[in-house]
């Protein structure tokens, strides 16, 4: 019994219930561990589908380059599909992630341009514009973006969402996910409110991020958009991949109490993951404390591994420089 490559062991990734976080809450709440994909992240199964639609669609020829933007974890899985199929990888990344991420994806062969975090999105020196600009530049070349490209939700209707919908033998009936490019909210909740329509998803967003804002008025707003230091949730912009029909509620997490969640989950749950795992735990607890039933079930997405934050939130001094220990 073996693989033909390793991108074959992706999905199929357990789900563990938490034991010690949920203490006080009426149902049962249930983590989908993303990181036991190989590149340790939920990510690995959109890059994958991205590269196959592309190859499907003629757009990636035999010998190109993949050109992305990511926050490190999209990277990592595009660099693995294209080892496995024999493609080149540049990817630009905001300055704001983790060195360990930037390592990552060097050690897996890929070319890494950093790029400027507090510039608007057009402005030609962001990771976005960086990227689209390559793109025109490099023969050969296929820009995925993440955001708009739907194949993205596609990967996690067709896997993620059949899997939890399994696993919990069709009880769940209430979903959680950290909102960035959108696709495994939105791809997960299109299986599931089609298998259950009174299933409610909620979505979990940054301070400084537009997203709630935008659920609850229909208004981009602007004066929503300042730095914070959550690392692959919230936006300045509005991707595709975000289908707000599907996601019934945001609720706004604080780099805090993130940080404090995630380093909670890894001492009392054993559960070594990132920093928007304790986004995604500590918002989808908050609804889960007022709203669940004993015979609810609900399922939160916790998105990659604890290794990406070891000089961050996992770091003590870090965590006491920041005012947060
Ligand atoms: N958490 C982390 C660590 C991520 O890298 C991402 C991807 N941006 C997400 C959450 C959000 O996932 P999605 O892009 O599918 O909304």
């Not at 981009?220 to 936006?235: A, L, Q, R, S, V």
């Not at 591994?305 to 005012?323: C, P, S, V």
Request: glycine share 10%; with cysteine; aromatic share 10%.
């Amino acid at each position: 019994m073996y693989l033909n490559n390793i991108t074959e062991a992706i999905g199929n990734t357990p789900l563990v219930k938490l034991q010690k976080v949920t203490e006080g809450i009426r149902g049962t709440v249930l983590a989908k561990v993303e990181y036991f994909n190989p590149g340790n992240s939920v990510k690995d199964r959109m890059a994958v589908k991205m590269i196959d639609d592309a190859e499907k669609a003629g757009i990636l020829k035999p010998g190109g380059t993949i050109i992305e933007g990511t926050s490190g974890n999209t990277g990592m899985g595009l660099a693995l599909a294209a080892i496995a199929k024999g493609y080149k990888c540049i990817f630009t990344m905001s300055d704001k992630q983790g060195q360990e991420k930037r390592d990552i994806l060097k050690a897996v062969g890929a070319e890494i341009i950093i790029c400027p975090t507090n510039v608007a999105p057009d402005d030609p020196r962001s990771y976005y514009s960086v990227a689209r600009k390559l793109n025109a530049e490099i023969p050969n070349s296929f820009y995925p973006n993440q955001y708009d490209n739907l194949s993205n939700t596609a990967a996690h209707y067709e896997t993620t969402g059949p899997e939890i919908w399994q696993q919990t033998e069709g009880k769940i009936t209430h979903f959680a996910a950290g909102v960035g490019t959108g696709g495994t909210i939105s791809g997960i909740s299109k299986y599931l409110k089609e298998q259950r329509p009174e299933l409610v998803t909620v979505g979990l967003d940054t301070y400084g991020s537009v997203f709630k804002k935008y659920k609850e008025t229909g208004i981009f707003d602007e004066n929503e958009i300042y730095p914070y230091k959550t690392e692959g949730i919230g936006e300045d912009i509005l991707p595709k991949n975000v289908d707000f029909d599907l996601i019934d509620l945001f609720i706004k997490v604080a780099d805090k109490d993130a940080a404090v969640m995630t380093r909670r989950l890894a001492r009392e749950e054993g559960l070594f993951v990132g920093w928007s795992c304790g986004s995604a735990v500590y918002g989808a607890l908050e609804y889960a404390r007022e709203h669940l039933t004993e015979d609810d079930t609900m399922v939160v997405v916790l998105p990659d591994h604890g290794t990406r934050y070891l000089a961050k939130i996992y770091n003590d001094d870090w965590m006491r420089e920041q005012g947060w220990l």
